[in-house]
């Protein structure tokens, strides 16, 4: 019953940025972390980055560590991933997920191309 929504993607040139949104709604209070997935075609789904809802604690994956930053507004209860220094290397579908007690959310993506 919890349902998250991205927006954000789109086609942006090499060295540019994006900022990528995920909207909750629905039940969300038994969340312990939310974070950005994503999948290139014919490669597997990895972990972009995470963070926990209630204390704001992060983790990245090493190849994006210092390029892209993770952050919430627990007012607008959204999650962010904002994305600079963008390479060809980051086109993928981007997905937010929701980790809950026992279960996990997910969204339908947002795609993200990066051309040169």
């Known amino acids: ?5 991205e927006s954000g ?3 942006v040139q090499t060295g540019g940025s994006l ?3 995920c909207v909750a ?3 969300t209070d038994d969340r312990n972390t939310m974070g950005w997935f994503r999948q290139a075609p014919g490669k597997e789904r990895e972990l972009v980055a995470r963070i926990w809802w209630t204390t704001g604690e992060t983790t990245y994956a090493d190849f994006v ?3 892209f930053t993770i952050s919430k507004d627990n ?3 959204t999650l962010y991933l904002q ?3 963008l390479e060809p290397e980051a086109t993928a579908v981007y997905s937010c997920t929701a980790v809950h007690s026992g279960y996990e959310s ?3 993506g947002t795609q993200v191309t990066v051309s040169s």
């Open 19 to 21: 900022r990528l949104s």
């Open 25 to 27: 709604s629905g039940r």
């Open 1 to 5: 019953q919890v349902q998250l929504v």
């Open 83 to 85: 994305m600079s220094s």
């Open 9 to 11: 993607g789109g086609l």
């Open 65 to 67: 560590k210092g390029r």
């Open 106 to 108: 997910w969204g339908q």
């Open 75 to 77: 007012y607008l209860n």
